[in-house]
């Protein structure tokens, strides 16, 4: 009768090793010797078979982490919430080098130093201070992000019947007017009817008789007028009522011929066919909008999941235009034609860079709340969905959950990072728009 051998405990490794080819399913004998160095075999099968965390994560700009479409689709969204606000920290920042340059500093200098430099050189120029009037930035979130936010992260969603709502005011189709005059405010932008505008004028209006002026009066000002050129006309605001034109850079009131862009509700219901069509709509309305939506962007109904996740993609998504400014002032005795001409010169660049700030500003704002949701999303949109993940699970999706769970810490440093520099920004923008009575 044999003796009954104990197997050795140095023999079970290569036992385990046999079996990988049943766990792994399709992973084939010819995959697994060439997957097999003699030292790390078990590594670099897993590697091959994309069964390990590859590098990288949200701090480098990677998404596609569990293989899970919820869970990526969330680090999809601290992605892009990360790369918008590092997007208008660094546009704050050249503008802030740009102004800081026209008023002798170095780049790089702090907003407070920026802020003091700029009331000194108003300050030897003006009397009184400037006064800018500004139309709010316009900041449209892409109905088309959107859109495909939600289809990308909740797999019950039908990509091609994604209805996105608009609660705000948005470009619509011509074909849309009569649904947009049911429910809710048409808005046409162009060319007035006979140069008559019954809304906000921005650009030239002509004044045949002597009437206010919201703007630059450029022409005769009966009463006080702010600046006048060599020839004693008005090229300023007037204190009483202007004969001439009136430049309407951020809009306003014309009892003239609106030459410039009139936005008006047309009291037929329709707008011309050369207009710009737009639609305010209240949240209950069900109007197309055509691009981008200037006020909040309302997904279709998905998981809880991804609620955080698409909305965040959406406010990433939007994009703030720079307002037009009018800036008006009135020169301080003793200020000689050359420094009014070179003040003239620095007030047209600094309109830019101000209204390049005001933009910013805007889109910060909207991040600011993002960065925050997404943090307080992460543990529902990461662990919620692994904890869900049924034990019957595939080994990949089971090994790419722990991946996701690993990178999870990351998700509140990448944020947080992100919004340090917002905040930063917002108090710059802020620190300038004292400078400015603003």
Do not use: H
């Amino acid at each position: 009768m044999s003796k009954k051998t104990r197997m050795p405990k140095g023999t079970m490794p290569s036992l385990r090793l046999a079996a990988l080819p049943l766990m792994f399913g399709a992973l084939t004998a010819p995959a697994m010797l060439s997957g097999c160095d003699g030292e790390n075999p078990l590594g670099n099968i897993a590697e091959q078979c994309g069964l390990t965390c590859s590098g990288g994560g949200v701090l480098e700009g990677r998404a596609n982490i569990s293989g899970t479409a919820s869970i990526d689709a969330f680090f999809g969204a601290v992605v892009d919430f990360t790369g918008a606000a590092n997007g208008v920290t660094a546009n704050v920042r050249t503008q802030l080098d740009a102004m800081a340059a026209s008023l002798g500093l170095e780049a790089g200098a702090p907003a407070a130093d920026i802020r003091a430099a700029l009331e000194a050189k108003i300050s030897a120029n003006v009397s009184g201070g400037l006064t800018v009037k500004a139309e709010p930035p316009r900041c449209e979130a892409s109905v088309e992000v959107t859109a495909s936010a939600a289809a990308s992260c909740d797999v019950n969603v039908d990509p091609g019947s994604v209805e996105v709502r608009c609660e705000g005011s948005c470009t619509i189709d011509a074909s849309a007017q009569a649904d947009c005059s049911a429910n809710g405010t048409l808005t046409c932008k162009g060319q007035a009817p006979n140069l008559e505008c019954e809304g906000k004028c921005t650009g030239d209006c002509d004044l045949e008789v002597a009437a206010q002026c919201e703007g630059t009066c450029r022409g005769t000002c009966n009463g006080e007028c702010s600046v006048r050129d060599s020839a004693g006309n008005c090229k300023g605001t007037c204190s009483g009522t202007c004969e001439g034109t009136c430049e309407l850079t951020a809009g306003g009131s014309c009892t003239g011929k609106c030459e410039g862009s009139c936005e008006y509700t047309p009291p037929s219901g329709s707008c011309s066919a050369n207009a710009e069509v737009r639609c305010e709509a209240s949240a209950q309305a069900n109007v197309q909008c055509k691009g981008g939506c200037d006020g909040k962007v309302t997904p279709p109904s998905v998981s809880a999941e991804c609620k955080a996740s698409v909305e965040a993609k959406a406010e990433a998504s939007v994009e703030c235009k720079p307002p037009s400014l009018e800036v008006s002032w009135q020169f301080a005795a003793g200020v000689n034609a050359d420094a009014q001409a070179d003040f003239r010169a620095w007030v047209g660049n600094f309109k830019g860079q101000f209204s390049a700030l005001l933009a910013a500003f805007a889109k910060a704002e909207i991040l600011v709340d993002t960065g925050a949701n997404l943090i307080g999303a992460a543990d529902g949109a990461v662990k919620g969905v692994v904890d869900n993940l049924s034990a019957s699970a595939d080994l990949k999706a089971s090994i790419g959950a722990g991946c996701a769970l690993a990178e999870l810490p990351n998700v509140a440093t990448a944020i947080n990072g992100a919004a340090g520099g917002l905040q930063e920004s917002v108090s710059a923008v802020v620190e300038i728009q004292g400078a400015v009575g603003m």
